[in-house]
């Protein structure tokens, strides 16, 4: 079973940095793409970022470039979101989630198969 991981959630200032990572496990890790949401109470579910396996670089929302990265370790099987410059409107719960066409750069969350369980990122002003 495909089994995703979110962790490296918290509180921080606006201005300030958090790392998220996503261990994954029980897939074959280069047979997938995997994205980055966030969902905020009261909002959809929206793609933060998306890392194809054809990818040179990956995906980026316009509200995030510049200010988040993702990565991966294909070794270790994660995938890393370093946020930088966080806003208040950044608060959210971050998900990861895997999508099963290893080359899709797909927004839509309902391309994604598998979703870890979030984690919580809250920016205080």
């Known amino acids: 079973d495909v089994q995703l991981q979110a962790s490296g959630g918290g509180l921080v200032q606006a201005g300030g940095s958090l790392r998220l990572s996503c261990a994954a496990s029980?897939?074959?890790?280069?047979?997938?793409?995997i994205g980055w949401f966030r969902q905020a109470p009261g909002k959809e579910r929206e793609v933060i970022s998306c890392?194809?396996?054809?990818?040179?670089?990956?995906y980026y929302r316009d509200s995030v470039k510049g200010r988040f990265t993702v990565s991966s370790d294909n070794v270790k099987k994660e995938v890393y979101l370093q946020m930088s410059s966080l806003k208040p409107e950044d608060a959210a719960v971050y998900y990861c989630?895997?999508?099963?066409?290893?080359?899709?750069?797909?927004?839509?969350?309902?391309?994604?198969?598998?979703w870890g369980q979030g984690t919580q990122v809250t920016v205080s002003s």
């Open positions: 989630a895997t999508n099963s066409h290893p080359y899709s750069r797909s927004s839509t969350p309902s391309d994604y198969d598998s």
């Open positions: 029980g897939f074959a890790f280069d047979d997938y793409a």
């Open positions: 890392i194809s396996r054809g990818d040179v670089s990956a």
